[in-house]
T-cell receptor, first 113, second 114 residues
């Protein structure tokens, strides 16, 4: 069975600083996809970034980047130049070739002005 | 741009009643996913449909059923409601089946069972 673990229930960061959210997962599959979703207070689920397991290059989307360590089954999200609008719950998620989708328990990020 | 539409946005039901949630995917999207997010919990995958056929099944209770219609909209039917069914129910749609296709989430339907 696949599991996704986010060991940081809550984090905070000063505006304009950099923060890293951790995520580990467990799977026996070799090909899969990893995602980070953002859920602001509005509860809308928004895709932040995604990574395909067979790609060694870390995905980047503007201020958001990941550190994908396949052997360690680690998928952390780095947010640079944090903005107040980044305050949200962040979910790490995993999708296998069987199209089963698994979310982690989430990290609540607060950006402090 | 058109987004995923879910209706109703809020629903209040009593125990043992039945509820029907509707999801209208983005035009041309043929895949629909349903998720349940309990209070303070992570979303749990329930079920998905591709081209009007059930595609994958997650932790959907036997009291729930769902289908995708010819116009690609989907309905989640929930019977014999329990207090524990109170949650935010998300629908997501994608252009195709599989992780290579981005899922676009709707705003969710908040179901409260009293």
């Amino acid at each position: 069975a696949q599991t996704v673990t986010q060991s940081q229930p809550e984090m905070s960061v000063q505006e304009a600083e950099t923060v890293t959210l951790s995520c580990t997962y467990d799977t026996s599959e070799s090909n899969y996809y990893l995602f980070w979703y953002k859920q602001p207070p509005s509860r809308q689920m928004i895709l932040v970034i995604r990574q395909e397991a067979y790609k060694q290059q870390n995905a980047t989307e503007n201020r958001f980047s990941v550190n994908f360590q396949k052997a360690a089954k680690s998928f952390s999200l780095k947010i640079s130049d944090s903005q107040l609008g980044d305050t949200a719950m962040y979910f790490c998620a995993f999708m296998n070739t069987g199209n089963q989708f698994y979310f982690g328990t989430g990290t609540s990020l607060t950006v402090i002005p | 741009a058109a987004g995923v539409i879910q209706s109703p946005r809020h629903l209040i039901k009593e125990k043992r009643e039945t509820a029907t949630l509707k999801c209208y995917p983005i035009p041309r999207h043929d895949t629909v996913y349903w998720y349940q997010q309990g209070p303070g919990q992570d979303p749990q995958f329930l079920i998905s449909f591709y081209e009007k056929m059930q595609s994958d099944k997650g932790s959907i209770p036997d009291r729930f059923s769902a289908q995708q219609f010819s116009d690609y909209h989907s309905e989640l039917n929930m019977s014999s409601l329990e207090l524990g069914d109170s949650a935010l129910y998300f629908c997501a749609s994608s252009l195709g089946r599989g992780a290579s296709y981005e899922q676009y989430f709707g705003p969710g339907t908040r179901l409260t069972v009293t």
